[in-house]
């Protein structure tokens, strides 16, 4: 009894196990497939000055529809790239695509002060990553103080130094640089020493328990203290209610990003929203 219910287990087992090997080939399968040809997209979420409520800026977020799954999260395929080398690929399609899209949205007339794009580790560890940013822009004819790369704490760890030095040529060339999901990652105030910073943005995860627990709420106005003595911008991102919105702004925040205000959307969306805010005189 105990015997065949221990082999069945085991047999179960592996086979769950092998299937899993076998999704995951497969999805990166269809991953490699939508970047060759036109499998992924681009959203824009708009950030919002509190005090105007103005739109200030925007974060680039890539999105992929599978041709049978539906959409994936980010959170799902940006880790499988890493994980099966199409990183760098990847993150080259983003930065073109959005320049691309940008130079479009001002070619027709609008102004939106500021792009936010996200860089993986991999990107920022790839052999001359700061010309290839520098010379996609120029192609576009894009200014760099237009454009902040979005850089999180856990992408420092490995090769602390080459990181940074690339950081740095990227405030050189004159974009500003984030450090995402801040308050998630490890050593936060060390590296707050050490990073050529303009922009802290303040994790969801606080944000989201910082109306119902004290102890949420003391730690993003510490952060919200930490970036004004520092200097830098502030961004609360995953602001989704009123009461989030009204305590920020309590606390001294300028900026948020959240579904309170709005949610990613695509090229044409935006357009549209910032024609018609850009009419109202916001
Ligand atoms: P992130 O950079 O921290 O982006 C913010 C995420 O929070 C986005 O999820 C956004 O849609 C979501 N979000 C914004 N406001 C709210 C809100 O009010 N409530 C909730 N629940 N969520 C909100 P998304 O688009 O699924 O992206 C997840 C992560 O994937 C990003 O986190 C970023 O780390 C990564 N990612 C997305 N696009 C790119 C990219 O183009 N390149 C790289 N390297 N990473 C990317
Ligand atoms: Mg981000
Ligand atoms: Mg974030
Ligand atoms: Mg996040």
């Given at each position: 009894e105990a015997k065949s219910a221990g082999r069945n287990t085991f047999c179960f087992y592996n086979h769950s196990m092998s299937n899993q090997a076998r999704d995951r080939l497969a999805l990166e399968q269809a991953l490699r497939e939508a970047l060759a040809g036109d499998g992924l997209s681009l959203h824009f979420q708009p950030k919002v000055t509190l005090a105007t409520q103005a739109i200030c800026g925007a974060e680039v977020l890539v999105r992929w529809s599978h041709p049978v799954l539906g959409p994936i999260s980010p959170a799902i395929f940006i880790p499988l790239a890493e994980r099966s080398g199409l990183m760098v690929e990847l993150g080259a399609w983003v930065v073109n695509e959005a320049c691309r899209q940008v130079s479009e949205l001002l070619q027709a007339g609008i102004t939106l002060p500021s792009v936010a794009i996200n860089?993986?580790?991999?990107?920022?560890?790839?052999?001359?990553?700061a010309e290839f940013l520098a010379d996609t822009l120029e192609r576009y004819g894009l200014q760099p103080s237009m454009f902040e790369f979005e850089v999180t704490e856990t992408s420092l760890i490995h090769r602390e130094k080459?990181?940074?030095?690339?950081?740095?040529?990227?405030?050189?060339?004159?974009?500003?640089?984030?450090?995402?999901?801040?308050?998630?990652?490890?050593?936060?105030?060390?590296?707050?020493?050490?990073?050529?910073?303009?922009?802290?943005k303040i994790d969801r995860s606080f944000v989201v328990d910082m109306t119902e627990d004290e102890v949420s709420a003391s730690i993003v106005q510490t952060i919200i203290s930490l970036a004004e003595n520092l200097n830098l911008h502030l961004v609360a991102e995953g602001v989704e209610t009123i009461e989030q919105r009204d305590r920020l702004m309590e606390m001294g925040c300028d900026t948020v990003q959240g579904y309170l205000y709005y949610r990613p959307m695509d090229l044409q969306e935006l357009i549209c929203l910032l024609s018609s805010s850009n009419a109202s005189g916001q």
């Open positions: 860089l993986s580790v991999q990107e920022l560890e790839r052999l001359g990553v080459v990181v940074i030095d690339v950081l740095q040529r990227l405030r050189e060339q004159g974009f500003g640089v984030a450090l995402d999901d801040f308050g998630t990652g490890y050593s936060s105030l060390s590296y707050l020493r050490k990073l050529p910073l303009s922009t802290l």
